[in-house]
C-alpha cells in the first residue's frame, strides 16, 4: 500500500488499492483474536497531489468487519467507509530542529503532517490507525437489539423470558418511561 512520488503528476494520482488484512499487523492480531473478524480486505480509494513540495493525500479507506454485538452478544455487522486526509513532508518548513529527529517527529505531528523519506510513501501505518478508529466501541447487531435478559440470560431478541415483567421493572422503574414500545 504505497504511493510511488515519481507517479504523482501535474494533476495528481488516483490510486485504488486493496491489501488483505494479514499486511496490517494489528488488524491481523484482532482478526486472529476474533474480536474483529475481517470479512473483506482493505480497500483505499485516494487521490495524492503535490502541494508546494508536500504530497496531500485524501481518500477513503472502507472494510467490512464482523464484531460481537455489544447487547447480546450475536455477530454485529460493521461496515467501514471513512474519509481520511493526510498530508506528507519530507522535512519541516521554518522549525529550528533543537530537539533531533524526535524533535521533529512531534513537531511534525502537531502541524498535522506526516515526515516521509525516500521516494515512496508507506500508508499501511495510517491506513491500520484510520480502520482501528472507524471501529465502533458498542457495536450492535440491529440498533433495536433488545440483548439479553440480565437474570436469566436469554436472548431477548429470540422470545421474551420466564422472568417476567417484575424483576425487569423493578430494575429498570427509571427507564420504563424512556423506552419506545413497539
Ligand atoms: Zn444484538
Ligand atoms: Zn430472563
Redesign the pocket.
Known amino acids: 500500500m504505497r504511493i510511488r512520488i515519481a507517479d504523482i503528476k501535474e494533476d495528481g494520482l488516483a490510486l485504488d488499492l486493496v491489501e488483505g488484512v494479514a499486511n496490517f499487523p494489528v488488524l491481523q492480531e484482532l482478526h486472529a483474536k476474533g474480536e474483529s473478524v475481517f470479512t473483506q480486505p482493505v480497500s483505499v480509494q485516494l487521490r495524492a497531489v503535490l502541494v508546494s513540495g508536500m504530497v496531500e493525500v485524501t481518500g477513503r479507506v472502507a472494510t467490512r468487519v464482523e464484531m460481537a ?1 455489544s ?2 452478544l ?1 455477530p ?1 455487522e460493521v461496515m467501514v467507509d471513512s474519509p481520511f486526509e493526510l498530508t506528507y513532508t519530507r522535512e519541516l518548513p521554518d522549525v529550528e530542529d533543537e530537539g533531533g529527529e524526535e524533535g521533529v517527529e512531534i513537531a511534525a505531528e502537531d502541524m498535522g503532517l506526516i515526515l516521509f523519506a525516500g521516494e515512496e510513501i508507506d500508508l499501511r501505518g495510517v491506513i491500520q490507525e484510520q480502520v482501528i478508529l472507524a471501529l465502533p466501541f458498542h457495536p ?3 440498533p433495536n ?1 433488545r ?1 439479553l435478559c440480565i437474570k436469566c440470560g436469554a436472548d431477548l ?1 429470540e422470545k421474551a423470558c420466564q422472568c417476567g415483567p417484575q424483576d425487569y421493572n423493578i430494575k429498570f422503574a427509571a427507564l420504563k418511561n424512556l423506552k419506545i414500545d413497539d
Open positions: 454485538c447487547r447480546c450475536g454485529a450492535l447487531c440491529d437489539c440483548g431478541n
